[in-house]
C-alpha cells in the first residue's frame, strides 16, 4: 500500500523538476489553492490556457487527483512569441526538425507520463479563443497563462472567464504592477477581472494572483 499522502508530494517533486516556468513556491500555491476550491468549492472541471511542457500542468494535477478533478490542459504546443528562435526564452530542443516550428506537445506527455497524471490530465491542442468559443461547461478552476502579447492575454479573458462557476477560481501568471519586472498584459487582465467586481482576491505568491468569482446578484 502507497502512504495516499506520499501521492501529492510525489507529483510536487515530479513537477519541481519539470522544465518550464513556474517557480516553487508558485506552483505550491497552485497546488493549496486548487485543493482548496476542489474541496471546498463549486463543481466542474479545471482548464489551464498554457501548458508548455506540462510544469504548472503538474502543480494543479497533483491537487486534481487529490480531489477527484480533471485538468483540461489547453495548448496549441506552438510555443508564445517569446518561445520563438531569436527571442529570449527559446529553447532548440523544442523545435520539430520535420517542421521547423516549436512542438512542446512530446515533452508534455512525457512529463504528464512521468508524473503518473495521464488518468487526471486530459490535453487539449489547439488555438485558446477557438476552444473557448466552443466550450459549454462550467469550470471550477481556470488558470490562465497562455500567450502574454495584448491580444492573446485579453482574448484569454474575454473568452474563459465567462466560463468559470461562481465561487470558482481564476488563476493569473506573470503578474507585475512594475513594468520594469515584465510586460503589462496579464496585469491589464487582472486588474480587468478586479475592476468588474465580480471577483475577490484571495492571494498573491510572486505573479501569480489568485482570485474567487463571487456571486453578483444581479
Ligand atoms: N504554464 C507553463 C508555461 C506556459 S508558456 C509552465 O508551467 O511552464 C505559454 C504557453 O502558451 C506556450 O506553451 C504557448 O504555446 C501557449 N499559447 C500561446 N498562445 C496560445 C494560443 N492562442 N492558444 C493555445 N496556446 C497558446
Ligand atoms: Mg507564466
Redesign the pocket.
Known sequence: MTDPKGRPAEVLAHAAA?????PADE?QALFDHATEVGTNGPDGPWL??????????C?LGAAAEAVGRQLFA????????E?QDGWE?HDPDLVDPATGL?D?LPAFRRTIHGAGLEGTVVALV??????ATVWRTPLALL?I????GSE?AH??YEGWVPHLAIGGFLFI?DVFEDPADGGRPPFEIFCRAMGSLAFTAVDAVGSLRVLRRIDLGI
Open positions: 519539470a522544465p518550464g516556468f513556474m506552483g489551464e490556457v498554457g501548458s508548455y511542457c506540462g510544469k504548472s500542468a502543480y489547453l495548448d496549441h504546443h506552438r510555443g508564445s512569441e518561445n526564452h516549436m512542446t489547439g488555438d485558446s479563443p477557438s476552444v488558470f497563462d497562455g500567450g502574454h492573446p482574448q484569454d501568471h
